[in-house]
Each structure stands twice: as structure tokens, then as C-alpha cells.
């Protein structure tokens, strides 16, 4: 493999000076922030343990500050854009700044949640610097679409990092902890500050590391069945299951049936449950038979 010279990362004039000339004003609707510190990329993409035989996916790369650091050390590297502006100038930042590398880098112009294939080899990593305002519903879509997707690590804002890598019992673990945990084992891998980014945003970063399960859960319910009670549990998340999974089983009275079934106490509440028991719950729903002459309701 062909060594980069050492200055081919971005830093802070770079950034400014390749936003200047493409026009690009940083945007809060796309959550924008460009990482303008060269250790930090590094940082990432070592956190990431990123290998020389990886196909890393990329999402939101903007500027291209990851991508060269990812470049630097991975096989492949495909970047999913959606701005347009953004899109249409990372391929000639690669070809400049890392031009022996520059064969091994792909660009999907695209919505990251409307991805459902990528060009050259499956991917074997995912690292990115995600919008805060999609960074979970982003994240599982990848996951769920790239099950070759074997380890990932973002960067999110603070708060979502300890939703995300929450465990049962915490004040914070809701459906993005449940949800991660059922691809990954999910914890915190490190915090960022504010000043490597520009512009420099109003909240504390973090990186949230997943390694795929090499196993999945052991669970006879769909994936879509176990998500729709992890829904319903934390959309009333101060109501006892038995109450919060009424409309979800039918009646309160189907819902304790399904919880005892499970082994889960009806007046337990949603934060106490671990992935696995929310998917013996989706098991053990019984459809009620209708009554004779009722219409749906």
C-alpha cells in the first residue's frame, strides 16, 4: 500500500479555505460541523479499529476530513453525501490531497435512509461523523441494510451517545439503546470537544462504538415484532408494561398474559427490560379471537 504524504489531512485553514471556495456556509438543518483537527480524525478511525482489509461505509463525510484519514489506512473507502455541493467536490479533494488512494474511494450521492446497496465490495466497518438531528434512525438503517457491517463507531452528540450505549436500569436507556443492542454490543468509546469542529456546535460529542453480535438474539419473533414492543413500552415509558402494551396486545389483560409468559413481571416498566426479554415478550403475544358481529375499531 502506497504511504500518503503527512499532510494530506485536513486542518483548520483547509477547511476554510475548501469551504470558501465551493461556497459552503455550514448548515444547523443538516447538522453540519467539520472536523478540522487532523489527531482527531486519526483518533477515530484507530477507536474504529479500522484494519488495511476493511471496506469502510462512510456517512455524512462533507469535506472530506475522515475520508483522507480513513483513506490512510483502510482497503476501500465508499462515502454516502446527500449535499450536492458537498457530493460534487469530495472526489477531486481525494484526487488532490491523496492521489495514490484515490482509486480505492467511492462517492454514493444519496440520502444515507434511502441506501440499499453500495458499489464495489460489502462493507466490513462503518465510521462516521453523523448529524445529531439523524444519527439514530441513520445508524440502525445501516445496520440493518449492511449485516456484513461487522464493527462501527460514530460520532454523535453527547447525549445520544449515552442513550445509545445505555444499559437496563439507566435513566436514559430508551428505544435507541434497545434497538442498538439488538445488532451490536454497544458502549462508549471516548468523548470530543468542542473546538475540533467548525463551526463549533453548542454541544459535547461522542463516540459510541458497535461490534456486531456474532450471534444474533435467540428469538423466534421477527425483528419488526420485537421493535413494535420496544415502541410501545417507552412511548408511556412511567406506565407499568401491563399498561403501556394494552394497545400494543389488545387489552391490558392480553398484555399480562404476554409478560407472564415471558417471565416478566406486568408492573415492571420498560427501562428494566433487556433486548432479550422484550423479544420473548413479542413471542408470547396472542392474538385475540374477534367477537362475532365486531368490526375493526
Do not use: C
Not at 489506512?73 to 488512494?101: G, K, N, S
Not at 454523535?156 to 436507556?173: C, F, I, N, T
Amino acid at each position: 500500500m502506497s504511504s500518503p504524504s503527512p499532510d494530506a489531512l485536513l486542518g483548520p485553514a483547509d477547511v476554510r479555505e475548501l469551504a470558501a471556495a465551493l461556497g459552503v456556509r455550514p448548515t444547523k438543518q443538516r447538522g453540519q460541523n467539520f472536523v478540522i483537527d487532523a489527531n482527531t480524525v486519526r483518533r477515530i478511525v484507530r477507536t474504529a479499529d479500522v484494519r488495511p482489509e476493511d471496506t469502510v461505509v462512510e456517512v455524512g463525510p462533507g469535506l472530506g476530513s475522515l475520508t483522507l484519514a480513513l483513506l490512510e489506512v483502510a482497503d476501500r473507502v465508499t462515502a454516502v453525501e446527500i449535499d450536492d455541493v458537498l457530493a460534487a467536490a469530495l472526489p477531486a479533494t481525494i484526487a488532490a490531497r491523496m492521489p495514490t488512494r484515490a482509486a480505492r474511494f467511492a462517492l454514493v450521492h444519496s440520502d444515507a435512509m434511502d441506501v440499499t446497496e453500495l458499489p464495489g465490495p460489502a462493507p466490513t466497518a462503518l465510521v462516521a461523523n453523523l448529524p445529531y438531528n439523524v444519527a439514530v434512525p441513520v445508524l440502525l438503517h445501516m445496520l440493518d441494510t449492511f449485516p456484513t457491517i461487522e464493527r462501527t463507531l460514530v460520532m454523535v452528540q453527547a447525549e445520544v451517545a449515552d442513550r445509545l450505549a445505555a444499559g437496563p436500569g439507566s435513566k436514559v436507556y430508551g428505544v435507541p439503546s434497545v434497538k442498538a443492542n439488538w445488532y451490536a454490543e454497544v458502549k462508549r468509546a471516548g468523548a470530543i470537544g468542542r473546538n475540533v469542529f467548525w463551526p463549533a456546535p453548542n454541544v459535547d460529542s461522542g463516540l459510541v462504538s458497535l461490534v456486531r453480535r456474532t450471534e444474533p438474539i435467540k428469538t423466534t419473533a421477527a425483528k419488526r415484532d420485537v421493535f413494535a414492543v420496544v415502541d410501545a413500552a417507552f412511548a408511556q415509558r412511567r406506565k407499568t408494561l401491563r399498561a403501556a402494551l394494552a394497545g400494543w396486545a389488545g387489552s391490558p389483560a392480553a398484555a399480562e398474559a404476554a409478560l407472564v409468559a415471558a417471565g416478566v413481571s406486568p408492573q415492571a416498566r420498560g427501562e428494566s427490560l433487556t433486548v432479550e426479554e422484550f423479544a420473548a415478550i413479542a413471542e408470547n403475544r396472542v392474538t385475540e379471537p374477534a367477537v362475532p358481529g365486531e368490526t375493526g375499531r
